[in-house]
């Protein structure tokens, strides 16, 4: 016999029918169902909020990064020859020359190089039977528009830069010590320096800015595969602002030779 339906009020107030014998526990489940549901529908809403944090700060330090990144950038760019020839009649290189006929100017720049030897350039000296590093070290040119004379100090496998203000005689390099074989002046006052070693030759570059509060380091890369073409009559040179043109020779293993390569390599810092 069917039972008739009766609207009693549970204990909270809601009306329950009772037709069938479990609805009290199926409300319960069901009240217990839409408790999860509202808590599951809270922790996503708040998941996605956590999530949109995330999202704008991970994009902004993309961002930033990006703006970093922009403020620095690099690119190692094959020319042509024609191209490599052209550039160099209208060069970016920094005026110079190599002989001062005031000895006693240059004589005031080695004394304050002499204060900055360290104990390596020290014992290299006395490995060659010198009494001061002053023998490892050499004037090398002077850049008029920039006020420096550069010199070249040996090291045991390599010759380093190091930079001398003209008309003080200070130190514009300070105790620091630049890579200096097959350097290149810009007008800006950019210093770009390969470092050389006696044998298993690659190309090591280091750029450098001068300014008048002295000479200090951009930044520095190696490539492992090729090495300046030496035996080229011109070996590398600023094209323009921040553009370096450079000549290099990479082993051709099926031709038994070396190929000449021509890159420009720019950057921004």
Not at 46 to 52: D, F, G, R, S, W
Not at 71 to 94: C, D, H, L, M, W
Request: charged share 25%; hydrophobic share 35%; net charge neutral.
């Amino acid at each position: 016999m069917e039972q008739e339906l009766s609207n009693c009020p549970s204990a909270d107030g809601t009306f329950l029918s009772s037709t069938f014998p479990n609805t009290h526990s199926l409300y319960a489940t069901l009240r217990q169902q839409q408790h999860v549901n509202k808590t599951i529908t809270i922790l996503t809403l708040e998941l996605q909020i956590a999530l949109t944090f995330v999202a704008i700060l991970f994009l902004t330090n993309c961002d930033k990064a990006k703006a970093q990144e922009s403020r620095r950038f690099f690119t190692f760019t094959p020319i042509s020859e024609v191209q490599f020839g052209n550039a160099f009649k209208k060069n970016y290189n920094s005026p110079f020359v190599t002989k001062i006929t005031d000895s006693t100017k240059l004589e005031k720049a080695f004394k304050s190089i002499e204060k900055t030897y360290d104990e390596n350039e020290k014992e290299l000296a006395e490995h060659e039977l010198c009494n001061s590093p002053r023998c490892l070290t050499s004037f090398k040119a002077y850049y008029p528009s920039l006020d420096l004379y550069l010199f070249n100090i040996l090291d045991y496998h390599y010759a380093k830069a190091s930079f001398v203000f003209a008309n003080t005689n200070e130190m514009a390099s300070g105790f620091r010590r630049f890579r200096g074989e097959y350097g290149v002046m810009s007008k800006d006052g950019l210093w770009v320096g390969l470092e050389r070693q006696d044998c298993d030759n690659f190309l090591q570059i280091e750029i450098c800015k001068s300014s008048k509060r002295g000479v200090w380091s951009l930044f520095s890369f190696d490539f492992t595969d090729i090495d300046i073409a030496k035996e080229e009559k011109t070996v590398m040179f600023w094209a323009e602002k921040n553009t370096i043109y450079i000549a290099t020779h990479k082993y051709a293993p099926h031709n038994d030779k070396d190929l000449i390569q021509y890159y420009a390599i720019r950057f921004g810092y």
